[in-house]
């Protein structure tokens, strides 16, 4: 049935007409039909405390709704557990962007003796003092996120959610204590949580993930990162710039979805400066040794052979599952991808119930990025209460893997452009370039690297930009804007870029690919 909807609702490009008829179950069904029958508590509840649930919380109660947020975090295997504002705020975005400035900070320190600054040789870095630092800023964007909702009145609950009916949601207190809550619209934004790899003999008892890193108290050490996702790379990027043992092991590809010749200079760079990659490797037993060191074996795929190594720390990085298992969804006729097992919607955020919708990661075919989920909360609240009919537009959406050398993007990779165009209908302009502040201490820069992927056919539409160097994410932002108004090839080259920058190096791409000359900058 869940196929048959998926189909229908692809076929129709709008909400879905039709709702599964709903039996409440378990205890509380008296409280259930009151609910359905009476005045309900809220105009709005949204469960899931992450940054698309409190942004449309926010911007409902901003419309004089009255709204409720749940939120509820399971601890992980290892008993991490964290504070409102959703996995951004606390084991993604925020914490893994500040460990990564702090192994930037160890280059320039590298860099200084060259610049002539009298800087000691040997700098040890102390994990304890930036995980604190880390922690404590965490905790007050945790409380930042309590007073905004206290500010707007909305109400907030620390309670488990899961579904009765299909206006009617159970929350459950960490203590067992049961109330039950009833809204006219409700929004799920659960978002995901990292998989183990239940196959792998010791994976649950002696792993990690990035749900447990950034609050460790200690070091992690000699550490083995297992997955090829960005948030494998970017892990084992800051821990090696911090002065740690990082191998990153992988089966297949790097930064799968991403272009794939800005993945190979990615890793390239990262191996390059010290971080260890085992390709074509699977894992298949973590076994804790009696000093308290973790003994990784795994199968080499390329020769069949079985190796070993030892480690500290073993972090799982092989991708995420979204959080709809304990919501008891069928209750309420909301229907799931039976693939993804994420939440089925439509244009407009709707799931197969017409007033219970889904943003961020939980939704089945949305980029999993902070700020789709914002924008696309704040849009459905405008929906719902505001007579607003804009629609998230989920389109080159811009976005940065902040590995050691930082890579931005938006729009199509080289390999989407062709296969969506034809090969003889895509022009691709690039370069490798230098950066200046790479000249005085003689950095390598062999992948410092942009291309911009367009149409042949003049005014040759830009349909991809990728730039791998400095502060990528700071040059993307600004292209993005361009290239969301449908910029073409002749704009961005009539446009002046700012000197000397690496962003003005993306309005200097003269050499194409196809004409087979060398695309290296070698001057102003």
């Not at 620390?158 to 929350?171: D, E, I, L, P």
């Not at 973790?294 to 190796?307: F, K």
């Not at 995420?320 to 008891?328: G, V």
């Not at 200097?508 to 290296?520: N, V, Y």
């Amino acid at each position: 049935m869940a196929a048959m909807a998926a189909a229908a609702l692809r076929s129709r490009g709008g909400p879905f007409r039709w709702r599964a008829r709903v039996s409440p179950a378990g205890c509380g069904r008296g409280a259930v039909r009151a609910a359905a029958a009476g005045p309900r508590d809220y105009d709005l509840l949204v469960i899931g405390g992450g940054s698309g649930g409190l942004a449309c919380a926010k911007e409902a109660a901003q419309l004089g709704r009255s709204v409720a947020v749940v939120d509820y975090v399971d601890p992980s295997p290892q008993g991490t557990s964290w504070g409102l504002g959703g996995t951004c705020v606390n084991v993604g975005c925020i914490p893994k962007k500040l460990m990564h400035q702090a192994a930037l900070l160890g280059g320039l320190l590298r860099d200084a003796e060259h610049y002539g600054w009298g800087v000691a040789q040997r700098i040890p870095h102390d994990w304890k003092k930036l995980a604190e630092a880390v922690q404590n800023h965490v905790k007050s964007l945790n409380w930042g996120h309590r007073v905004q909702l206290q500010d707007r009145k909305v109400k907030y609950l620390n309670v488990k959610a899961s579904f009765v009916s299909a206006h009617t949601v159970r929350g459950v207190t960490k203590a067992g204590k049961e109330t039950l809550l009833s809204a006219d619209h409700i929004v799920i934004a659960t978002g995901g949580r990292p998989k183990y790899p239940m196959h792998v003999k010791g994976a649950l008892e002696h792993g990690i993930t990035s749900d447990d890193l950034f609050w460790l108290k200690e070091s992690p050490g000699r550490t083995l990162v297992v997955g090829a996702s960005y948030v494998a790379l970017e892990c084992a990027g800051f821990l090696t710039g911090l002065g740690l043992d990082a191998t990153v092991m992988m089966r297949s590809v790097p930064l799968r979805g991403f272009d794939q010749q800005m993945a190979a200079l990615v890793t390239e760079h990262m191996a390059s400066h010290g971080t260890r990659f085992l390709r074509g490797c699977t894992p298949s037993h973590v076994r804790k040794l009696p000093d308290g060191r973790l003994q990784v074996t795994w199968e080499d795929l390329g020769c069949s052979r079985e190796d070993t190594d030892t480690f500290d720390t073993v972090l799982w990085a092989i991708g995420r599952a979204p959080q709809t298992r304990s919501l008891d969804l069928e209750r309420a006729g909301v229907l799931l991808s039976p693939d993804s097992q994420k939440v089925l919607v439509d244009a407009r955020d709707a799931t197969s119930v017409p007033h219970i919708y889904a943003i961020g990661d939980v939704a089945e075919g949305r980029p999993e990025l902070t700020p789709t989920a914002i924008m696309a909360g704040r849009l459905l609240a405008q929906r719902l209460f505001g007579g607003s009919s804009d629609l998230m537009d989920y389109d080159n959406v811009p976005t940065t893997v902040f590995t050691p050398l930082e890579y931005g993007c938006v729009g199509l990779s080289e390999e989407e452009a062709v296969a969506r165009h034809g090969q003889e209908h895509v022009e691709v302009y690039h370069a490798h370039y230098k950066p200046l502040e790479f000249t005085v201490p003689q950095r390598d820069a062999s992948q410092c690297y942009i291309k911009m992927v367009c149409l042949r056919e003049p005014p040759q539409p830009v349909l991809g930009l990728h730039f791998l160097g400095p502060s990528a994410g700071e040059v993307t932002q600004g292209f993005a804007l361009g290239i969301k108004c449908g910029a073409s090839y002749a704009q961005v080259m009539r446009t002046v870029g700012i000197h000397p920058t690496c962003a003005e190096e993306v309005a200097k791409l003269r050499i194409s690919k196809r004409s087979g000359l060398d695309p290296t900058v070698t001057g102003c």
